[in-house]
């Protein structure tokens, strides 16, 4: 089979071909190269233009708005970010300091000759993200869940954002915006949550090509609320008239209730009776004070309270409503005890009275000799 007819349209590469050939025709082939450069942002770039054989012709270089930059050297435009720091017969070099993304695009490093010849630089520009921002959509309660979105405002190419907690990955909803040149990356998740979780820690980690393989990471303590817990802690030991009381109340709770209310259940609380935040102490203790002191503590996700019964002797002690002290068991333990000495007794009796009739008899037989 023979081939068939080639098209007699040039490609864009052989018209380039073609025109580095044609220059090259001269009797001395003069050429220029250019470098493609990749910068952070906020850095430094350089921006380089290499020639062969350069015979003194013009050489200018222009930004992507084909604005001349530099006239053989000379600045033709007054931004002062941009130096001509290399000028030499081999290699001409500008640098571009404080480079925005607004900065990317095609260098041009032409050479004026009898048939102008360029070469285009392109200078690409990495955005890296800052630290990510976390933002809770609704306050965690208790049996609920929160919903937690991890933001990367910001970054070029887009940034990967990861949740993590306690060392596993949680898988999030990941959405993309563009803002211009830059990517906005936002990561949402939902959690059940139970008071045991209030503290928890949650992280969400943002990676990028231009941070090397490290990280930015936003850490995120879980506040989840719920309703307090209330418990009186009794004294130590037993009271007698003449002695002082005080009692603890033990709460818990989020956010931690500020006011706590003692009261005596059905009276008022005794005249020595001092509060002194979650404690109250009442001095001089007599029978009079006997009866259920109640704590009580509350906050915008429920209330809770507990009581404190005080009997007061004279000797006696103070008897607990909900620590009441097994009395039976006591007793059981004093009757075995007495059970036990009493066996021993008998059979201390029984040995003693065999032992006497074996006595008696071996007595004849002795007789007998």
């Known amino acids: 089979m023979r081939p068939g007819p080639r098209s007699l349209l040039p490609t864009p590469l052989s018209l380039s071909l073609r025109a580095l050939l044609l220059l090259c025709l001269a009797p001395r082939c003069q050429a220029v190269q250019a470098e493609n450069v990749t910068v952070l942002e906020g ?115 887009p940034a990967t954002l990861r949740w993590i907690r306690d060392r596993r990955e949680i898988p999030g909803v990941v959405s993309q915006q563009e803002n211009g040149k830059t990517v906005s990356v936002s990561s949402t998740i939902r959690l059940p949550v139970e008071r045991k979780d209030n503290g928890a820690a949650v992280s969400c980690e943002a990676s990028h090509p231009a941070l090397g393989g490290q990280k930015r990471v936003r850490h995120y303590r879980l506040d989840v609320y719920f309703a307090p817990t209330v418990r009186i802690i009794p004294p130590p030991g037993i009271l007698r008239e003449g002695d002082s009381l005080s009692l603890t109340c033990s709460i818990t709770g989020n956010p931690l209730p500020r006011d706590v209310q003692w009261t005596r259940i059905n009276d008022t609380l005794p005249e020595r009776a001092e509060i ?77 009275v065999r032992q006497k009739g074996s006595y008696r008899t071996q007595e004849p037989i002795l007789n007998w000799y």
């Open 276 to 352: 002194s935040g979650p404690t109250l102490q009442v001095a001089r203790l007599s029978q009079s004070h006997n009866g259920t002191y109640l704590c009580q503590a509350q906050n915008n996700y429920g209330r809770a309270a507990d009581h404190y019964t005080l009997l007061v002797y004279d000797p006696g002690a103070v008897i607990e409503t909900h620590s009441a002290v097994p009395y039976a068991v006591i007793g059981g333990v004093l009757a075995l005890l007495v059970f036990t000495i009493i066996c021993v007794l008998i059979v201390t009796v029984w040995c003693s």
């Open 43 to 157: 850095g430094t770039a350089q921006i380089s233009c290499r020639l062969q054989n350069y015979d003194g012709s013009i050489v200018v270089i222009q930004n992507p708005r084909r604005q001349t930059l530099f006239f053989n050297g000379t600045r033709a435009l007054k931004d002062d970010r941009f130096q001509m720091v290399l000028f030499t017969p081999r290699l001409v070099r500008i640098t571009l300091t404080n480079v925005s993304v607004s900065d990317e695009g095609g260098y041009f490093c032409q050479l004026y000759t009898d048939d102008t010849h360029h070469q285009v630089a392109t200078l690409s520009v990495s955005v890296p993200p800052d630290t990510p921002t976390v933002e809770v959509k609704q306050e965690a309660v208790e049996g609920g869940e929160v919903e937690l979105t991890c933001l990367s405002p910001r970054s070029k190419p």
